[in-house]
């Protein structure tokens, strides 16, 4: 029962149901009460209510790190809300947020965190597979808008975006690869599983998702034993030496650029602007921000000051995980998230799990361009996230005390 609920939460949180109905809006139209979202809320609610209710019993769990600073940083979230253009409907999307905190965190009290890390895997498998089948089937719900409202080749796949559905991928890559040494999936399934993954990848062709695979991959490569942690040094001084020879001539790094123009990337493909524009705002209320899903609503007022870098777009938020803390929160915002990433990262240390630094890795490398979950609603991000936390909070945690005798022998994924 809880495989299927499981199963259902995750596969309909990253759904664009929109698309799929023909009454597409976007994220940042105010009449935003149809099918995707009444459907949506619906689940995250009960997600939420469920979750709490299968850990009534463990309610001191969740007072330990690094589920402690989850609640604390989301108790500011809640307050920001209330001060945002529109209080009530930013408390909802916060909360739908919080909600898959805690259904992850109550599937792997329930069933164990290695079950859930393969759960995810075969979900995000399939969510892709079909995916790439709608891509080639009904191209009109696989692809995305440009800009310019032209059809573009990007596929969104059911994720309703290409960096959206690029993220599973990388993450079945990542995961997969954590958990090569087990015995859960046949041959036959990784093999599946990875032909999926990089054809999503190419068919998105999310650079994003491509580089978060490519850290996360390596950092679970590199700290896995000493030996491979001797690498690191000559991993930095090659990367130094890539990052020159491309200074001195950019058209390298213009091979990478989908237009062929090196300022495609130099300019993060417009980001930078934005991330000018964000910082500019973030000075004017530094300390407490402007509240949970305002981005869009101040982005508004400001666009002239865009319309002549990237025309009529405006940004729905600043593609980047800190500016983002910063204009929803302030300072105090980031201050808390901070807190909560050193805590994870601290028990990867203590716990010497090369896993759960790989994904945190994966995350933050993830959101370097993107606001990496914390836009709106509950998006395909935040679920890296917090697997993260639910991997770090059980490491410290008893194995007798964290998986009884109904669940799979390993304590960690």
């Excluded at 989850?70 to 001060?83: D, N, P, Q, R």
């Excluded at 399939?126 to 891509?135: E, H, K």
């Amino acid at each position: 029962m809880l495989d299927l609920l499981l199963i259902a939460y995750v596969f309909v949180t990253q759904l664009s149901i929109r698309r799929l109905t023909g009454s597409e809006k976007l994220a940042t139209d105010p009449a935003k009460l149809d099918l995707s979202n009444i459907t949506k809320i619906g689940l995250w609610v009960f997600g939420l209510l469920f979750a709490a209710w299968l850990l009534r019993r463990h309610a001191g769990w969740l007072l330990r790190p690094p589920m402690r600073y989850v609640l604390i940083f989301f108790a500011w979230i809640f307050v920001t809300a209330l001060y945002s253009p529109e209080p009530f409907k930013s408390l909802i999307m916060a909360a739908s947020l919080l909600s898959v905190f805690f259904v992850f965190f109550a599937y792997a009290e329930a069933r164990g965190l290695p079950v859930l890390f393969d759960r995810l895997i075969q979900i995000q498998t399939v969510f892709l597979a079909l995916s790439i089948l709608l891509f080639f089937a009904v191209p009109s719900v696989s692809r995305m808008l440009a800009w310019d409202g032209s059809v573009g080749s990007r596929m969104t796949g059911l994720g309703g975006h290409p960096n959206q559905t690029g993220v599973l991928a990388s993450f079945i890559l990542v995961a997969l690869y954590a958990r090569c040494d087990s015995g859960n999936f046949s041959r036959l399934f990784k093999v599946f599983a990875v032909l999926v993954a990089l054809a999503a990848l190419v068919l998105t062709q999310s650079r994003t998702s491509l580089i978060a695979a490519g850290v996360g991959c390596a950092t679970f490569f590199l700290l896995k034993n000493r030996w491979n942690a001797a690498l690191i040094p000559i991993l930095l001084c090659l990367l130094a030496a890539a990052a020159l020879v491309i200074s001195l001539d950019s058209q390298i790094l213009a091979m990478f650029a989908r237009s062929g123009d090196a300022d495609e990337l130099l300019t993060g493909t417009g980001r930078s602007f934005i991330w000018e524009l964000s910082w500019s705002l973030i000075q004017r209320a530094p300390v407490f921000g402007y509240g949970f899903n305002s981005t869009y609503s101040i982005f508004m007022e400001e666009a002239y000051l865009l319309a002549g870098d990237v025309g009529i777009y405006i940004f729905p938020h600043s593609h980047n995980l800190f500016l983002q803390l910063l204009l929803y929160g302030g300072v105090i915002a980031l201050a808390l998230f901070t807190l909560l990433i050193a805590s994870i990262l601290r028990i990867a240390v203590v716990a010497r799990d090369p896993r759960i630094a790989a994904f945190l890795a994966f995350y933050l490398s993830f959101s370097m361009t993107e606001s990496a979950g914390f836009f709106q609603y509950a998006d395909n991000m935040i679920p890296i996230l917090a697997l993260a936390v639910a991997a770090a909070q059980f490491a410290v945690v008893p194995v007798r005390q964290a998986f009884r005798i109904n669940h799979p022998a390993e304590a960690l994924p």
